[in-house]
């Protein structure tokens, strides 16, 4: 949809060469709002930052935006005023009765595409949608599809100079509003799919830690360092999320391996190694498989790779591997090295560190490692 859109919004620019200055800016506005929704997945603040930059653009001085929430509910999202106050004295809106007239506006049986709210709606509906008496108002049901999104309130203030929206901007505020819907179903569809996606982790980090109570303790110390060096690197919100996700499960694939291999006391044997290097790509395979959790597949199943090719599975080097992946790397060795392993002897902070050091460059990516020690003062605490 977002594609279409904009293909059309680029036509309407090459071909108004010839209009009014103040025609091609607000279609010049509209390629930017399409660019602009795209980057924004907080639903919240895309709701408030649509309603202001749509008013800038269509150069009204009221735009709302009402959106019926996972329970059903309708209350407002945003609202921007050009003039000051934007409710009807001030209040807050009567939830009932917004619900009411959202549900009218969006009745699956109206295809309405607009209402003018002088001549559609009561002035009880106005009211409920907080439109001032004297104003001039347009009220866009936005749907996607057959779902009801919301409502979008574009208001004016009434002169005789100065109409809402002329009739050669119809075409042009369907389209916002055909955008402003599609944002922010994609938004509501995230926070599902993130809602969902804590819970599976949270769910495979308790079968995990039943397995091996020791990983469970292990990948947690290992999160808490990986978001740390996700700041130091400029990872946005989601990506430290997902690194933090990866971290809790990177090794969600030992759950695969038999007690005999993964509670061993001693050494494994080249055998029982092989076998266990097997748990990145069964990790991966796992979460893989898992609505919300594909990206962090790619994580898990790099996390032993190294910078010169000698790592598993897939014997990537340098820049081949992700920089998250990268990261769990740096991340999962000290915590081995720090915490200990049955078969291997619990190791002081500094010495970890300078095993680390040691590696840089050949198992380990030396940038990551020199932001890692960097984490720590001088005692070995996070600074």
């Given at each position: ?7 059309i919004?680029?036509?309407y ?15 010049h506005g509209?390629?930017d709002?399409s660019?602009?929704l795209?980057?924004?997945d907080?639903?919240e603040?895309?709701?408030?930052r649509a ?7 269509l ?6 935006v ?8 309708y209350?407002?999202?945003?609202s921007?005023?050009?003039?000051g106050?934007v409710l009807e004295?001030d209040?807050p809106?009567?939830?009932v009765?917004v619900e ?7 009745d699956?049986?109206?295809n309405a595409r ?8 009561s002035?009880?509906e106005?009211?409920s ?23 979008l ?9 100065n109409?809402?929206?002329?009739p ?11 955008q ?21 982790v949270?769910v495979?980090s ?6 091996d ?17 996700a ?10 999320r ?11 694939g030992k759950?695969?391996v038999?007690?005999?291999i ?7 044997t080249?055998?029982?190694w092989?076998?266990?290097?097997t748990?990145?790509?069964?990790g991966?395979q796992?979460?893989s498989g898992v609505p ?6 790619p994580?898990?199943?790099a996390h032993?790779e ?6 598993y599975p ?33 190791r002081?902070h500094?010495?970890a560190?300078?095993?680390?050091i040691?590696?840089?460059?050949s198992?380990?990516d030396?940038e ?9 003062d001088?005692k070995?605490n996070?600074?």
């Amino acid at each position: 949809m977002a594609q279409t859109i904009d293909g059309i919004t680029r036509y309407y620019i090459q071909n108004q060469t010839g209009a009014p200055a103040n025609v091609q800016e607000k279609w010049h506005g509209l390629s930017d709002l399409s660019h602009y929704l795209g980057d924004l997945d907080d639903l919240e603040e895309l709701a408030q930052r649509a309603s202001r930059h749509i008013a800038e653009i269509l150069k009204v001085d009221l735009c709302q935006v009402i959106l019926v929430d996972l329970n059903g509910h309708y209350r407002c999202s945003a609202s921007y005023s050009r003039l000051g106050p934007v409710l009807e004295n001030d209040s807050p809106l009567d939830p009932v009765a917004v619900e009411r007239v959202c549900q009218k506006l969006l009745d699956p049986e109206n295809n309405a595409r607009l209402f003018l709210g002088q001549e559609h709606l009561s002035e009880l509906e106005r009211n409920s949608l907080g439109i001032k008496k004297e104003d001039i108002s347009w009220v866009i049901p936005m749907r996607v599809e057959t779902s009801g999104i919301g409502v979008l309130i574009l208001g004016q203030v009434y002169t005789s100079e100065n109409l809402i929206l002329m009739p050669d901007s119809y075409y042009l505020v369907d389209l916002i509003a055909d955008q402003l819907a599609n944002a922010i179903y994609r938004a509501q569809w995230n926070d599902r799919m993130e809602s969902l996606s804590i819970e599976t982790v949270l769910v495979l980090s308790k079968t995990l830690e039943t397995r091996d109570l020791h990983s469970a303790s292990h990948s947690k110390h290992m999160a808490a360092l990986s978001e740390q060096l996700a700041e130091r690197f400029g990872f946005s919100v989601r990506d430290t999320r997902e690194l933090c996700w990866a971290a809790l499960l990177h090794d969600i694939g030992k759950i695969g391996v038999k007690d005999t291999i993964l509670k061993k006391k001693g050494p494994l044997t080249q055998k029982e190694w092989a076998v266990m290097k097997t748990h990145p790509e069964i990790g991966a395979q796992i979460v893989s498989g898992v609505p919300g959790l594909e990206r962090i597949a790619p994580l898990i199943s790099a996390h032993h790779e190294r910078m010169d090719g000698q790592g598993y599975p897939l014997g990537l080097r340098g820049d081949e591997i992700p920089l998250g992946a990268r990261i769990l790397a740096v991340t999962d060795a000290y915590t081995t090295m720090t915490d200990g392993r049955p078969y291997q002897k619990r190791r002081a902070h500094a010495e970890a560190l300078q095993e680390l050091i040691n590696n840089s460059g050949s198992a380990y990516d030396p940038e990551v490692v020199k932001s890692f020690i960097n984490l720590f003062d001088g005692k070995g605490n996070p600074n």
